[in-house]
């Protein structure tokens, strides 16, 4: 299982890209100085993972222009990937990539493989440019992604990224923080206890 900090697990997989409507390798360490979203799916052609597909999709662009990359992970084949793409509604919009994950080591490394049903669990988790894990949350599987949080929770961390600060002055993202809010600066140990 992984951890907030701790190092992400590289992995090797196949994966559906239907932007340029190929499949290719790719490894996570292709992406090293860029973020990565990974989203965790239980399933093709089921109901609210296209939701969570969809909601990605709708923030997309704005991950690209911050340097990310989003990658959809589930234990089904790259052909049930590419089908499902080209049959779902909602999921025929998406345009990052789809990662097979038929032989479960990934979601295993992450922690993410149901041993009851031997499926993905629903999850999400953000890796930082230097391959760190900043991020991740689980779902239940019924329930869908709020990507609008999750978006925002990347924006936090990105700053929280750029702007490392010191153990005696930094800044936190206060909760219900909106990307663009402004930021809480904090001093130690002048602020201990005042907020």
Request: proline residues 7%; aromatic residues 14%.
């Amino acid at each position: 299982m992984i951890e907030v900090g701790s190092p992400a697990p590289n992995f090797t997989a196949r994966a559906f890209f239907p932007a340029s409507n190929v499949i290719k390798n790719i490894s996570l360490s292709d992406y090293k100085g860029k973020w990565v979203i990974i989203t965790f799916h239980p399933g093709d052609f089921t109901f609210v993972c296209a939701t969570d597909l969809a909601a990605f999709q709708s923030y997309y662009e704005k991950f690209k222009a911050a340097n990310a990359e989003v990658l959809a992970v589930s234990t089904d084949s790259i052909y049930s990937h590419k089908v499902w793409w080209e049959t779902s509604p909602r999921v025929g919009k998406v345009m990052y990539p789809l990662v097979e994950d038929i032989t479960k080591s990934i979601s295993g490394a992450y922690g993410f493989l149901n041993a009851q049903t031997g499926m993905t669990k629903r999850g999400t988790v953000i890796i930082d440019p230097d391959g760190i894990v900043q991020y991740i949350s689980a779902f239940n599987d019924r329930l869908g992604k709020d990507v609008g949080h999750i978006y925002n929770a990347f924006e936090g961390l990105r700053y929280i990224y750029s702007h490392p600060g010191t153990p005696e002055q930094f800044d936190i993202i206060p909760a219900g923080w909106k990307a663009g809010e402004p930021v809480m600066p904090i001093k130690v140990p002048d602020d201990i206890g005042k907020l």
